[in-house]
C-alpha cells in the first residue's frame, strides 16, 4: 500500500470517528422542596423533638412517619416523570435516618439517590439535605457553613455548600439553604436573614474570585421574598434580565413572584419564599444553559382554602388534624439543558 492510500484511508477513519460522535441533548433537574417537619420517631436527647414523637400532642408514629416518606417520594417521582431529578434540595430534615429510610424503603428506593447531610445545630433539630444521582452528579467537596449571629446567641440551620462535576464535566457548585423563620415577626427577624444572606454572598463572592465563570447555583426556603433586602440587596440577586454578568446572581423565581403567583400561602397571598438563583454563566453556558424555574403545582398537592378561596398546600396537619397531605410549600423546580458529546 503506497503512501497515498495510507493517508486516505486514516483520514477516512478519522472522519467516520468524527461522524460517529453526536451532540446529546439532556435535561438536568433540579429541585427544590420544603419538605415540612420530616420527622423520625426516634428521641434525640440534643433536639427539641417530643413534638413529633409517638405518645407527644402530635400523635406521631411510624405508620404517619412512613406515610410521610411516602408523599415525599411521590413528589419527586411526579415532578420527575420518566427520569429522577439530578438533584434536590431537601428542608426540615431531621435526621440522617430520615434520609437513609427515604431513599432505601420508600418509593424512592428504586431511584438510587444518595445525599449529602450534616447535623445543624437548629434547636428543632430540623436540617437542610441534598439529594443525588451519582450517574449525574459527582460530588468533590462538601462542607456545612456555620452561622454564628454576632448580635444573639441563638441558632439556625447551616448553609450546605456542595461541589460536583456533571455529566459535561463542568463543576457545579451548589448551596441549600433554609434562612431563619419569621417566627415573632418579620421585622424582628429581619437582621438574622440578612446576617445570613451576607454569609451566603461572601462564600459566592469567594467562589467569583477565585473562578472563571463559576457554575453557582443556590436553592433554599430563604423566609424572604426576592424583592426583601436580605436577597435583593445583600445577597444580590437580580431579576434574569439580559444581559447576563458571569459574576452576579440572578433569581429565577423573580419574575413568578412578581406576578402573584409562588410556593407558598400566607393569609390568602402567594408568595415565592422558595426559590432558585444561578450565576450568570448559567444564564448563557450553552453547555448546560438553564431555563424558567417553575412551581409544580399538582392537583395532589393541594387543597380548598375555606378561609381565603381559591387553593392552599395540602399539608400533613391542619392545626393539630393530622390529614396525611405533603407540605406548607410547594416544591419549584428548574431544567437544564446539557449537551454531551458522545
Known amino acids: 500500500m503506497n503512501f ?13 470517528k468524527l461522524t460517529s460522535q453526536h451532540i446529546e441533548n439532556h435535561v438536568f433537574k433540579i429541585v427544590s422542596y420544603n419538605v415540612e417537619n420530616f ?3 426516634k428521641d434525640d436527647s440534643l433536639k427539641n423533638d417530643s413534638e413529633y414523637l409517638p405518645g407527644g400532642f402530635r400523635g406521631w408514629n411510624y405508620e404517619k412517619y412512613t406515610q410521610k416518606q411516602a408523599n415525599i417520594s411521590k413528589v419527586i417521582a411526579a415532578i420527575g416523570g420518566w427520569e429522577p431529578p439530578a438533584l434536590v434540595g431537601l428542608y426540615e430534615v431531621e435526621s440522617e435516618k430520615c434520609l437513609w429510610d427515604l431513599t432505601h424503603y420508600s418509593g424512592m428506593k428504586n431511584m438510587k439517590y444518595r445525599f449529602v447531610h450534616f447535623e445543624s445545630p ?23 457553613i456555620g452561622i454564628k449571629f454576632p448580635f444573639s446567641s441563638g441558632t439556625t440551620r447551616d448553609l450546605l455548600f456542595v461541589s460536583g462535576i456533571i455529566p459535561t464535566g463542568d463543576t457545579l457548585h451548589v448551596f441549600v439553604c433554609h434562612f431563619p423563620s419569621r417566627l415573632g415577626g418579620e421585622l424582628e427577624s429581619e437582621n438574622k436573614r440578612n446576617f445570613v444572606a451576607s454569609v451566603l454572598r461572601q462564600k459566592t463572592d469567594s467562589l467569583f474570585a477565585a473562578c472563571k465563570n463559576p457554575n453557582i447555583m443556590i436553592m433554599g426556603d430563604f423566609n424572604d421574598y426576592p424583592t426583601n433586602t436580605s436577597m435583593k440587596e445583600i445577597l444580590g440577586a437580580e431579576m434574569p434580565e439580559k444581559p447576563f ?14 406576578s402573584g403567583k409562588g410556593s407558598h400561602k400566607h393569609n390568602g397571598e402567594w408568595g415565592a419564599l422558595d426559590q432558585i438563583i444561578v450565576s450568570g454563566n448559567l444564564m ?3 453547555r448546560f444553559k438553564c431555563s424558567k424555574a417553575q412551581v409544580f403545582e399538582a392537583d395532589f398537592l393541594l387543597e380548598d382554602d375555606e378561609k381565603f378561596l381559591g387553593k392552599q398546600p395540602f399539608r400533613t396537619y391542619n392545626g393539630m388534624k393530622y390529614q ?3 407540605a406548607d410549600h410547594l416544591p419549584v423546580y428548574v431544567d437544564f439543558e446539557t449537551k454531551i458529546k458522545n
Do not use: C, W
Open 122 to 144: 437548629d434547636f428543632r433539630g430540623i436540617d437542610v439535605a441534598l439529594l443525588y444521582q451519582p450517574s449525574e452528579f459527582k460530588p468533590i467537596h462538601k462542607q456545612a
Open 324 to 326: 396525611g397531605g405533603f
Open 245 to 258: 454578568t458571569s459574576n452576579k446572581l440572578y433569581n429565577l423565581m423573580y419574575p413568578i413572584h412578581l
Open 284 to 286: 448563557t453556558n450553552e
Open 39 to 41: 420527622f423520625d420517631t
Open 4 to 16: 497515498r492510500n495510507t493517508i486516505l484511508i486514516y483520514l477516512l477513519l478519522i472522519s467516520l
